[in-house]
């Protein structure tokens, strides 16, 4: 699906959830394309913003293009914060050390980009931050003196083959219960939904979905 495609696909989802058309965000994930390919798919539609998950990936193309809007989708090790100068939004903190390594370096660039906290998705040896420590870890994030703007999740993965009815049932009520921890939380803003599920997302809430895939196939 080309970008106007997914668009209106995301207009079509909002209005069948009972949404306000355009609450549900595009982040165009750009891993792995060159600013070529991002230009021809992407920003020939209009203004995006742009999901990096590679940090010096994202240091190169930020570095050509520090005009356009970046964020950082992956997960973050502390040798890697100095790369994530140009990003306005992290959208996988799962740990207070890594809000508290990018206040330090916010110091030094003049600027700090806002934060979403990545809720774990019930997966063994998956990232995220478990749910029953989310509300003290919001607490002791906020304390950097960051901004954390909402949550993200990410689908699981089944591993073993799973009927789709019942794959869509699973994400789907992860995806409703993120939304509902958020709306607890008083964080007004949802990163969920990838190329193969943001429809469950849109449906769920979600205000930011990321595509890549789609975008250039």
Do not use: C
């Not at 799962?94 to 980009?113: L, V």
């Not at 931050?129 to 990410?154: C, F, K, N």
Request: glycine share 8%; aromatic share 6%.
């Amino acid at each position: 699906m080309s970008l106007p495609e997914v668009v209106a696909h995301l207009r079509a989802l909002e209005q069948e959830a009972g949404r306000e058309a355009g609450s549900a965000k595009l982040v165009a994930v750009t891993k792995g394309q060159d600013l070529g390919s991002i230009e021809k798919h992407v920003l020939a539609h209009g203004t995006y913003p742009l999901g990096e998950g590679r940090a010096q990936e994202l240091r190169d193309k930020a570095a050509d293009r520090p005009d356009w809007e970046w964020h950082y989708i992956g997960a973050l090790q502390r040798n890697k914060i100095k790369y994530l100068r140009p990003v306005t939004l992290v959208h996988a903190i799962e740990a207070t050390w890594q809000a508290e390594a990018i206040a330090e370096a916010a110091q030094k660039w003049g600027h700090a980009p806002d934060l979403l906290l990545q809720l774990h998705n019930g997966e063994e040896q998956k990232h995220g931050i478990p749910a029953d420590e989310l509300a003290a870890t919001l607490a002791s994030v906020r304390e950097t003196g960051l901004t954390v703007r909402g949550l993200m999740v990410m689908a699981p993965d089944f591993g073993a083959p799973v009927e789709q009815t019942e794959a869509e049932s699973r994400i789907l009520r992860l995806f409703t219960d993120t939304a509902r921890r958020a709306h607890d939380l008083g964080l007004p803003e949802l990163s969920m939904g990838m190329s193969s599920d943001y429809p469950l997302a849109v449906r769920a809430g979600a205000t930011l979905v990321r595509v890549g895939r789609s975008l250039f196939t």
